[in-house]
């Protein structure tokens, strides 16, 4: 068997629970998700985003015209952030998502069975490896990220997977 070596690195990603998905009580349904799937949660919190951090996040964006509106509605609510760790965790959380506008996303991603709306769409998450730890950082303190094993890994991969 060919086993791909990208695929096999242990990586962290960051989810952040969106104010649309806090006001709608959505939070345990997301995270179960994320905990069925075999993913490791190391660091999780609810914190108040501001207009600086969220410049920052959403730099990317600058310059759209929905920009502000964005910014508005993550300041909505307090929101969730955590990071989970698995292989290849980022490229997972990311199609677990599914693609931004939860209109055309994919039914089963979170996105394509609770959202109807392209800002509105629940989640973030990280969408490539530099990304995200660049965005871990943003959101967590280091002392915040907890490494510990809650399986061994053999429960959820095979000896040569991990
Ligand atoms: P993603 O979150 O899927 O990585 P982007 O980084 O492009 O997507 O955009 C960040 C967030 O900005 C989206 O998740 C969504 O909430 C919002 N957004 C993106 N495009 C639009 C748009 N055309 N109109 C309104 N909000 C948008």
Redesign the pocket.
């Known amino acids: 068997m060919i086993l791909h070596s990208h695929s096999l690195i242990m990586e962290r990603t960051l989810v952040i629970i969106k104010p649309g998905a806090i006001k709608r009580d959505l939070i345990g349904e997301i995270i179960h998700r994320f905990e069925r799937k075999g993913l490791q949660l190391c660091g999780i919190k609810m914190m108040k985003l501001n207009d600086e951090i969220l410049d920052e996040h959403?730099e990317?964006?600058k310059g759209k015209p929905?920009f502000q509106?964005?910014k508005d509605s993550m300041m909505k609510t307090p929101v969730v952030v955590c990071c989970w760790k698995s292989v290849d965790c980022v490229r997972i959380v990311h199609d677990m998502a599914g693609?931004?506008n939860g209109r055309q996303a994919a039914m089963g991603t979170i996105r394509g069975d609770y959202s109807v709306s392209?800002?509105e769409?629940i989640v973030?998450t990280s969408?490539t490896v530099e990304n995200a730890n660049i965005e871990i950082a943003r959101f967590f303190r280091e002392e915040e990220i907890f490494e510990f094993n809650q399986l061994s890994p053999t429960v959820l991969y095979a000896e040569d997977e991990f």
């Open positions: 959403y990317h964006l929905f509106r964005i693609c931004t392209v800002q769409n973030h969408d």
